[in-house]
C-alpha cells in the first residue's frame, strides 16, 4: 500500500506563483510515473504534468510554459511548480502515482490539494 500526501496549496493572485509537493510512503514499493491531476467545479479531472521515473515529461497545452513538474525519486516525492497563474487554474490538484509492490501494480491518489488564483 502506497500514502500520498500532498502539501502547498493555498490562495494567490494572478500571475503568481505556488509550490506543490507529494511525498509517497509505504514499504517494498517502486514507483513508476508520478503525475498531476486537477478538477475545477463542474468539469471532469484533468491531467496537468507528468514525470516517469527516467525524468521523461509531459504537459497539458494549457500549462506549457508555465508550470514545472518534478521529482525526488531518493524520497519519492514529486513538484509542480507553478507560475504565472491564471484564474482558470482555479481547482483542487490531486497527484497520482503507478507503484509496483512485488507483482502488483496499480495506482494511487492524494487526498487533493485546492489551489484559488484570484484576479
Known amino acids: 500500500q502506497v500514502q500520498l500526501v500532498e502539501s502547498g496549496g493555498g490562495l494567490v493572485q494572478a500571475g503568481g506563483s505556488l509550490r506543490l509537493s507529494c511525498a509517497a510512503s509505504?514499504?517494498?514499493?517502486?514507483?513508476?510515473?508520478m503525475s498531476w491531476y486537477r478538477q475545477a467545479p463542474g468539469k471532469q479531472r484533468e491531467l496537468v504534468a507528468a514525470?516517469?521515473?527516467?525524468?521523461?515529461?509531459n504537459y497539458a497545452d494549457s500549462v506549457k510554459g508555465r508550470f514545472t513538474i518534478s521529482r525526488d525519486n531518493a524520497n519519492n516525492t514529486v513538484y509542480l511548480q507553478m507560475n504565472s497563474l491564471k484564474r482558470e487554474d482555479t481547482a483542487v490538484y490531486y497527484c497520482?502515482?503507478?507503484?509496483?509492490?512485488?507483482?502488483?501494480?496499480?495506482?494511487?491518489w492524494g487526498q487533493g490539494t485546492q489551489v484559488t488564483v484570484s484576479s
Open positions: 497520482y502515482c503507478h507503484a509496483v509492490s512485488g507483482l502488483v501494480g496499480r495506482g494511487y
Open positions: 509505504g514499504s517494498r514499493f517502486s514507483i513508476n510515473t
Open positions: 514525470i516517469t521515473s527516467g525524468g521523461s515529461t
